[in-house]
T-cell receptor, first 109, second 115 residues
Framework: TQLLEQSPQFLSIQEGENLTVYCNSS?????LQWYRQEPGEGPVLLVT?????EVKKLKRLTFQFGDARKDSSLHITAAQPGDTGLYLC?????????FGAGTTVTVRA | GAVVSQHPSRVICKSGTSVKIECRSL??????MFWYRQFPKQSLMLMAT?????????EQGVEKDKFLINHASLTLSTLTVTSAHPEDSSFYIC???????????FGPGTRLTVL
């Protein structure tokens, strides 16, 4: 059983559409991190959210941390083929990270 | 962002041999580093926490005598897979933690194939 439930597992959309990935847990985290991973490479950090209710924007990506610090979402506006990849959320407890199962996003041109 | 390197990126070895993987934080000091493994189509699973100057802490189910971890300096941790077997074939990824931001930065991973 994973500490973090990530959904959906797969997402295939057309270029220009919006998408949202969810990360939910019954546990409270000191921080939550979103990563993107390409095949055969290590995860690359996108953002760290720390404060409950926090919203961070990075260009077309919007990250939200739930008020209770148990859940988070990643929203991509006007997705592009370059956004294709595996998106991972990871919650921090006692300095350790617990990863969600990942969401494979495919953006079709 | 902070940079972490791993060496080698790929290794193929025979069953029964030992393999050492290095993890270096290039532009920051990492008191704590972590080792993960990732099987195809799966997420990252934490194997152990590597603390500079002290013994590593292993997750449940991970054999400490099989996966030897040494963290001799603030920028280097090594993972040695001893007497490797085909079931140890996996993608091994390390990370370094920056304390002030409670953020982990990951290396590019090492693909281990045991024949």
């Amino acid at each position: 059983t994973q500490l973090l439930e990530q959904s959906p597992q797969f997402l295939s959309i057309q270029e220009g559409e919006n998408l949202t990935v969810y990360c939910n847990s019954s546990s409270v985290f000191s921080s939550l991190q979103w990563y993107r991973q390409e095949p055969g490479e290590g995860p690359v950090l996108l953002v760290t959210v720390v404060t409950g209710g926090e919203v961070k924007k990075l260009k077309r990506l919007t990250f939200q941390f739930g008020d209770a610090r148990k859940d988070s979402s990643l929203h991509i506006t006007a997705a592009q083929p370059g956004d294709t990849g595996l998106y991972l959320c990871a919650g921090a407890q006692d300095y350790k990270l617990s990863f969600g199962a990942g969401t494979t996003v495919t953006v079709r041109a | 962002g902070a940079v972490v390197s791993q060496h080698p990126s790929r290794v193929i070895c025979k069953s029964g041999t030992s393999v050492k993987i290095e993890c270096r934080s290039l532009d920051f000091q990492a008191t704590t580093m972590f080792w993960y493994r990732q099987f195809p189509k799966q997420s990252l699973m934490l194997m152990a926490t590597s603390n500079e100057g002290s013994k590593a802490t292993y997750e449940q189910g991970v054999e400490k005598d099989k996966f030897l971890i040494n963290h001799a300096s603030l920028t280097l941790s090594t993972l040695t897979v001893t007497s490797a077997h085909p079931e140890d074939s996996s993608f091994y990824i390390c990370s370094g933690r920056i304390t002030s931001t409670d953020t982990q930065y990951f290396g590019p991973g090492t693909r281990l194939t045991v024949l």
